[in-house]
């Protein structure tokens, strides 16, 4: 059981709560579509951990992160100019390059360019891959960026899309490593399903093994069928808030997906989701269906007041929760539990143990960092995702170990 201090520990981020001061420090994270940040466009604001940034991308192509708050007076810097790479605060002209250094200071009448190098202003290291601008947020050295197979593939085979959500940071990691929901919170989705992802329904009960690893651990759901054999959904979760869900169809080629739950604040956050293919294009009905069906725009249907758009008449015509599509069902569970869930209150089950194991890791993580140790799963040199798979299969009985499952 996570007690109510334990759980004030693993949600809290902003301000100079341990467990957000960690993620910053220790880890990159995806931050806006690459998309939305045009060259020689408007900056696009960026809340993260209770703390507001701008991305931009000068006229030459560079992108750059800074705090939204013009180092000067605080004037946003949402309004600036875009330079060739830089910005330029409209308030009294100050120009500032996508590394943080300020070029001019206009107002200044006494030797602004000497001046100038007395400044500098706050900028964070980025990378683009898979779609997303990825940033670093700590002080010092950044470590090296996320190595992921889907860092580098080309547009054709990746395909990032993101909704925010009026939940914790952590409810989001939480629903990504949980594979015990599917046969039940999924049940009428997956009901004509000829895939694994439907054979889950087949078996509701799910026993898990697990096999710890240097990035966090790797979690094996797994359910007997009639027949005797075995569907093992080998799910991996890599500290602190990316989850690797194995594909609908077991073999190879198939498109993958991973889920990356970034802290907003205290009581929001916005789920990522990265869909690829190593090996060929990402199907494109599924890339366009995705990209039509999902309120990322507008969020989800509706609020408390009205379930979140729960359509009733179709529970009563059969569907099991009042809501058509997969997504939708997962972030409204989610947001419905409210915005911080109080995990003292909670009486957790044997199908559970992915969700503890997740729990216990980042408490350990972030303890050891309150007492000066950097976290073990940190981003280093020696650190890489490169060969981070999620698989899933069948197995001819439940005694086959599943490790033997080709990624």
Not at 133 to 156: K, Q, R, S, T, Y
Not at 212 to 227: E, M, N, S, V
Request: net charge neutral; with cysteine.
């Amino acid at each position: 059981m996570v007690t109510r201090e334990e759980n004030e520990l693993l949600c809290r981020v902003t301000g100079d709560a341990p467990m957000g001061k960690m993620l910053r420090q220790h880890y990159w994270l995806p931050a806006v579509l690459s998309v939305r940040v045009r060259k020689g466009e408007a900056p696009v604001r960026v809340k993260l951990f209770g703390r507001n940034f701008v991305a931009f991308r000068g006229r030459d192509g560079t992108v750059g992160f800074l705090d939204e708050a013009c180092p000067h007076r605080g004037a946003s810097l949402a309004l600036a100019r875009v330079d060739d790479c830089s910005l330029t605060c409209l308030f009294h002209g100050w120009k500032i390059r996508t590394d943080g250094a300020v070029l001019d200071v206009p107002n200044e009448p006494n030797n602004p360019k000497e001046f100038a190098k007395t400044v500098k202003a706050k900028a964070y290291p980025t990378r683009e891959g898979a779609g997303l601008i990825w940033v670093w947020l700590g002080e010092g050295a950044a470590p090296p960026a996320p190595d992921f197979e889907w860092m580098d593939l080309p547009p054709e085979q990746v395909y990032a899309a993101g909704i925010e959500l009026n939940a914790n940071w952590l409810q989001g990691v939480e629903a990504t490593i949980d594979s015990s929901h599917v046969a039940l919170l999924h049940q009428s989705s997956t009901a004509t399903s000829a895939t694994d992802f439907g054979a889950t329904r087949v078996n509701t009960e799910v026993g898990y093994e697990f096999e710890k690893k240097p990035y966090g651990f790797r979690a094996a759901a797994l359910r007997t069928a009639p027949d005797g054999s075995c569907l093992a959904r080998v799910t991996e979760f890599v500290m602190p808030y990316y989850g690797l869900i194995a594909p609908i169809y077991s073999g190879p080629q198939q498109d993958r997906t991973a889920i990356i739950a970034v802290p907003i604040d205290d009581e929001n956050l916005i789920q990522w989701y990265i869909f690829y293919n190593p090996e060929k294009p990402v199907d494109s009905w599924r890339k366009v269906q995705r990209a039509n069906q999902w309120p990322m725009a507008g969020g989800l249907p509706g609020d408390a007041a009205n379930n979140w758009g729960q359509n009733r008449q179709i529970m009563d015509a059969g569907n099991s929760t009042g809501f058509h599509e997969i997504v939708i069902e997962d972030f409204v569970v989610m947001v419905s539990m409210g915005p911080i869930v109080d995990r003292s209150q909670e009486y957790l089950c044997s199908a559970d143990q992915a969700i503890v194991r997740v729990r216990r890791q980042l408490l350990d993580e972030v303890r050891g960092f309150i007492n000066g140790k950097a976290p073990r799963s940190g981003q280093s040199e020696s650190m890489s995702y490169k060969d981070i798979r999620a698989v899933g299969g069948r197995l001819a009985s439940a005694s086959e170990d599943w490790r033997q499952i080709p990624r």
